[in-house]
């Protein structure tokens, strides 16, 4: 499939904020996760609640009155946001929407882990959520029972199939490639059962192998069925899904995630599109405007230790070149990649002083980045290597 890769993309309008909700909680917690949870410890659900409410009015406070015109996505990520009832989801959208309007199509998703969905899903779709992200991983029992998830393959089908018949027309399937005993052929079988869904988008996770897990501890004791792919069968799954998704209508419009052409996630586009959200929950890291200029929040990464202060956290302004560096950063990111002009003017540079600050990056990787009509993109071949790109862009 030829994908064009100039053709116009959803871009988050200006004064437009989007909003990112970490819910912490889940029924157990998978062998590679090291994520932000709870096990319904810490005064489990109203004491979450509580503290979030106190969180959610203290950020609004602290954004310039009037600034943000209208709320362009809200994102409940996790943990298992499907735990929660349909009615909270309510309430909050509530809260947001009398703070500060919510756009006319704006994105609402939830993600959801089969096994782990507490009301019907037409319920969630009447509460106001309109694009659901399921947490699938595999389609291969050998391979889910590696990672511990506590759902099977039919599981995931019937739990997709079930946010279809509710009305969910913008529906995600999270997929893993890099598990132990995977092979090119069980990745493909994966993916062959993501597509006969009927889905709009899809995201590639390679597994990564944080210290201090079950996993990693599992791997080290050197047990078979814990044995990693090598790197040559986890870059060649890469590259069929790559190819196999493309040939299928759904193209990689980032690095990790294929859609339909105009199902792509708008949230995740202002992540990479360098754009501004708020960002609350434990373990949450926002990007907004303030009185005294854009700044980075980050909250604490214990459950605990945000409840104690949910008002807390890490306040860094942000400088023209850390700006300037994530623009790039994450707009490589993307099949588009960046347009050199709004990227100057946004980072108040003029052109031809931001190219000639380009031009050792593009010697340097004359065959990974490509300069076309005033667009500067990774050529494709090399996402699966583009760290060694994106490195180079630090300093710049």
């Not at 096994?115 to 779709?125: E, G, H, K, R």
């Not at 279809?164 to 399937?173: I, K, M």
């Not at 604490?300 to 300037?324: H, I």
Request: glycine share 6%.
């Amino acid at each position: 499939m030829r994908v064009d890769r100039h053709k116009a993309h959803w871009q988050p309008p200006k004064q437009s904020l989007a909003m990112y909700v970490h819910v912490p909680f889940c029924a157990s917690r998978c062998v590679y996760c090291d994520f932000t949870i709870s096990l319904n410890k810490h005064g489990g659900h109203q004491a979450y609640e509580e503290a979030l409410s106190q969180e959610l009015e203290y950020r609004l406070a602290q954004l310039p009155k009037g600034y943000y015109q209208s709320i362009h996505s809200v994102y409940f990520g996790g943990g298992t946001p499907s735990l929660m009832p349909a009615r909270w989801f309510a309430s909050v959208l509530e809260r947001l929407n009398h703070a500060i309007p919510m756009a006319a199509h704006c994105e609402i998703t939830l993600e959801a882990n089969p096994n782990a969905v507490v009301d019907a899903p037409a319920d969630y779709l009447a509460a106001g959520l309109n694009r659901v992200s399921i947490g699938t991983q595999s389609f291969n029992a050998n391979e889910l029972k590696a990672l511990s998830r506590n759902h099977s393959a039919e599981d995931a089908i019937a739990t997709v199939q079930a946010f279809q018949q509710a009305g969910f027309q913008r529906v995600s399937l999270d997929l893993m490639y890099g598990i132990p005993q995977q092979t090119v052929a069980s990745w493909n079988h994966s993916l062959q059962h993501a597509l006969a869904l009927d889905v709009g988008h899809i995201s590639l996770y390679g597994l990564q192998l944080e210290t201090g897990t079950p996993l990693e501890r599992l791997i080290q004791t050197g047990a078979p069925r814990y044995a990693l792919p090598d790197e040559d069968t986890t870059a060649d799954a890469y590259e069929l899904a790559q190819e196999t998704l493309a040939n299928a209508g759904l193209p990689l419009y980032e690095i990790s995630n294929a859609s339909i052409i105009g199902e792509e996630s708008r949230h995740n586009l202002t992540y990479w599109q360098w754009g501004h959200w708020l960002a609350l929950g434990p373990g949450a890291h926002g990007h907004s405007q303030r009185l005294e200029g854009p700044v980075q929040t980050e909250n604490a990464d214990t459950v605990e230790a945000w409840q104690a202060n949910p008002t807390g956290g890490l306040v860094k302004p942000v400088s023209s070149q850390e700006a300037l560096e994530n623009r790039l950063i994450f707009g490589l990111r993307t099949r588009w990649g960046i347009h050199v002009a709004q990227v100057a003017e946004a980072s108040t540079l003029n052109e031809k002083l931001l190219l000639s600050r380009l031009n050792p990056l593009l010697k340097k990787h004359s065959t990974a980045l490509r300069l076309e009509e005033g667009w500067l993109r990774l050529v494709p071949q090399y996402w699966a290597t583009s760290n060694q790109v994106l490195q180079d862009v630090m300093g710049l």
